[in-house]
């Protein structure tokens, strides 16, 4: 939908709107103090779960962009001006965000990791929760892709038993894209929000790099990472590299066997 059409439903006007750089998934547009997301055709419940993500993380202390309006046809935000990079001040966020707890793995409703559906449901042992409703819907979604290295997945998912902290909030989908330096500290962006371990956040950090170790020596210090969970992090990087399979094809593949063979597998 046309952003100024959406800009008119939430009762907002803008006398200028231009594209913003990035959006991958939807298209993003500044529109003076907003900032409009739309998408061609979006799954049902894309945006609302998106603005759901932002007011948990929001009142978990994490600087997000207020919620102004959402609908099925897109999102209107704040627009928060740029700032200077300050990776002690996301070091800060961030380990206040996974030194909560929660009661139990998932998340209520179902959920969006880019496009790709996430389905509802909650349970108390990490282990199954990962497989069963994460991993596995994007394993079966795959499976063509990934021809022989399904079977093997499948083996190191029977075999290896990833450690537990405990539940705590995550953004889901943790890219240095989805960080923003703003005026007032870091924000984040484009979250993917549900309730798992910890290491999902930070296994996404480490794939695609762009978080220097300044910002990693002022999270230990405030959140040590224990070394099994540093052990962990390329098995949970197998959730995002089967998104990237589902959306961008055969040339993630590589990057999978890679982890497969780091478990042996």
Do not use: C
Not at 19 to 37: N, S, W
Not at 219 to 248: C, G, K, N, S
């Amino acid at each position: 939908m046309n952003p100024r059409a959406i800009l008119k439903r939430a009762g907002l006007r803008a006398d200028a709107v231009v594209p913003l750089a990035g959006g991958d998934v939807a298209r993003v547009y500044r529109a003076g103090a907003y900032v409009v997301k739309t998408h061609a055709g979006p799954p049902p419940g894309m945006f609302p779960a998106e603005a759901e993500g932002l007011k948990a993380l929001a009142a978990a202390g994490v600087r997000v962009p207020e919620v102004l309006w959402v609908g099925e046809e897109g999102i209107v935000l704040e627009y928060l001006p740029p700032g200077p990079p300050d990776w002690e001040g996301l070091a800060a966020m961030l380990a206040g965000l996974h030194r909560t707890r929660r009661p139990r793995y998932g998340w209520p409703r179902p959920g969006y990791l880019g496009t790709f559906p996430l389905p509802a449901g909650e349970d108390d042992a990490w282990g199954r929760y990962f497989r069963e409703r994460r991993l596995g819907p994007l394993l079966a979604a795959t499976r063509g892709a990934l021809g022989e290295l399904v079977h093997r997945i499948e083996r190191l998912l029977a075999a290896y038993a990833p450690p537990t902290e405990g539940p705590t909030l995550l953004h889901g989908d943790l890219w240095q894209g989805n960080l923003h330096m703003s005026q007032a500290g870091p924000a984040l962006l484009d979250p993917s929000v549900w309730v798992g371990e910890r290491g999902m956040d930070l296994a996404m950090m480490r794939l695609f790099g762009g978080f220097p170790e300044r910002f990693w020596a002022a999270y230990r210090e405030r959140l040590p990472i224990p070394p099994e969970v540093e052990a962990a992090l390329p098995f949970y990087q197998l959730y995002y590299l089967l998104v990237h399979v589902r959306f961008f094809g055969s040339g993630y593949l590589p990057a999978v066997r890679r982890v497969l063979e780091r478990y042996g597998g």
